[in-house]
Every structure is written in structure tokens, then in C-alpha cells.
């Protein structure tokens, strides 16, 4: 059986860069692992119409509703408390599938925070992060701890991250896209610093100015899933991302003994 495991800063992002090869892994009947590294979360007292874990909350339903529909299922989840790293990491899975969603809940970059604390781990190894919903903090060594525990446990093929060096002028994207995929990356280390497991990077929010690449049956099932989920998030209006329903890029690949060491430019 073939398993998969995608890291993604919000949950969104698994739909928007990484579909269609997430939904056609769900739609094959694969182990599906997908895991939020943030809350996508947004700061409340700022005038957004949702905020805080509310809209984590909304977010969460909203990606449970995407993948019922990949699926074809039924929206019905089973909750999973899951020990990952000597932390406790909230796990939901799709009752009749193998697709389980795990959330962080760190703290997102977003309104008058444009930082957020995916970066903060990365610049500073001593920062803690302390999850929105109360759980156990982390520090950048046992973030990465408990992502690598997620690989040694769901023991998948290949591993997908977004671009670890998206934060360049040429393709500047979401700080909380860059640093997940670098703390994610450092995670799918061996002890001498090679891909321990094979890893698929892809594009962000540069997409928007490529050639749409995508037609016909798969692009027709990632507009679905997404309109399955937009409707949960009161921050966007009809028609927001159509444009890149299209789309989908992945850049580079690191096979299983390729070294890799993170971007020394990385400035948030």
C-alpha cells in the first residue's frame, strides 16, 4: 500500500498548490497523511470576521469537507489523539478511508503579525511556540522531533513540502509556506543530513502567473474540492482562487540520500 504524507502551513494549501496529486492519492485509495503546521489562524481585535481558534475551527471543517468530497465519502471523522514526539497532535481521519488530517495548531503569520511562528522557529532555535488550542509548546528541535516522528509512523513513500526557498525576490511567497517546508525538510533528515525520505517540493502563490497546466477530469475534481471547502472560510468571497484550479507546479524533487541543508538566505 502506498502512503503519502504532505505538509502544509494552512489549511488550504494542500488544495490550492498541491492538488491534484493529493486527491488523486485519495481517489487511488493510498495512506493519506496530510498535516497542518499552523492554525491559519489570524490575530483577533483586528477587524476580520473570524479569528483566533474560531477560524482554525472553520478552517478545520472547511478541509474536512474537501476531502469527504475527494473521496467521494461520506463528511464523518473520527478524532485520534495520536503520541508524536513526546507530544500529544490531534489527528481526524475519514471513516471508510485511509485519509487522516493532523493539525498543530502553531500560531500563523497573519494581520499585524507577519511572522508568525513557523518563522520564529526557524530563525531562533531557542523561540517556543505555543499552540492556540493550550497544547504542549514546542521549540524549532522538537517541532522538527515530532514531524520526524510523524515520517517514522506513517512510514510513507514520499513526502511533499511546498518551495524551501520561495522567499526569493523572484518568487516571494507566504512566510508560513517557506519556513513549514524548511522545518518540515529539516524533519525528513537521516543523522548525516540526506533526504531520509523522497521529497516533492512545490510552487505557492507563483502559480498565478504561470500557464494553467492542468485540464479536463483532474481539474474539473480539484475545483470541486475546493469549492467543498471555501464555503467554511468567511475570508474569502466567491470566486477567490479559481484562478489557480489549473494550475499545480512542483519545482524539485530530493530522492532518498540527497543531501540538503536549509536555504542560509532565509530572512522571514
Request: glycine share 10%; charged share 20%.
Amino acid at each position: 500500500m502506498t502512503t503519502t504524507v504532505s505538509f502544509v502551513a494552512h489549511p488550504d494549501d494542500d488544495l490550492l498548490f498541491m492538488n491534484p496529486d493529493v486527491l488523486s492519492d485519495v481517489q487511488a485509495g493510498y495512506d493519506v497523511w496530510v498535516v497542518y503546521l499552523t492554525a491559519g489562524d489570524l490575530p483577533c481585535g483586528e477587524g476580520f470576521p473570524a479569528c483566533g481558534m474560531e477560524y482554525a475551527d472553520m478552517r478545520i471543517h472547511g478541509a474536512r469537507a474537501a476531502y469527504a468530497r475527494a473521496a467521494h465519502a461520506a463528511n464523518n471523522w473520527t478524532f485520534e489523539a495520536l503520541g508524536l514526539g513526546g507530544h500529544e497532535v490531534a489527528t481526524n481521519t475519514l471513516d471508510g478511508t485511509r485519509v487522516r488530517l493532523l493539525f498543530t495548531f502553531v500560531h500563523a503569520a497573519g494581520g499585524s503579525d507577519q511572522t508568525g511562528d513557523l518563522a520564529r522557529m526557524v530563525l531562533d532555535e531557542n523561540f517556543v511556540a505555543h499552540p492556540i488550542d493550550g497544547r504542549a509548546p514546542y521549540t524549532r528541535s522538537s517541532f522538527v522531533g515530532m514531524l520526524h516522528d510523524v515520517l517514522a509512523t506513517a512510514r510513507p513513500d514520499y513526502v511533499r513540502t511546498l518551495s524551501t526557498v520561495g522567499h526569493r525576490e523572484t518568487d516571494r511567497d507566504h512566510v508560513d509556506h517557506v519556513a513549514g517546508a524548511i522545518l518540515a525538510s529539516l524533519a525528513d533528515l537521516d543523522g548525516a543530513g540526506r533526504t531520509w525520505v523522497r521529497r516533492d517540493e512545490y510552487d505557492g502563490y507563483v502559480i498565478r502567473q504561470r500557464p494553467e497546466n492542468w485540464w479536463g477530469y483532474w481539474r474539473d475534481e480539484k475545483t470541486a474540492v475546493w469549492h467543498a471547502y471555501r464555503p467554511h472560510d468567511p475570508m474569502l468571497g466567491p470566486g477567490a482562487w479559481d484562478n489557480l484550479m489549473g494550475r499545480q507546479y512542483r519545482q524539485r524533487v530530493f530522492e532518498v540520500g540527497d543531501p540538503w541543508t536549509p536555504p542560509p538566505d532565509f530572512t522571514g
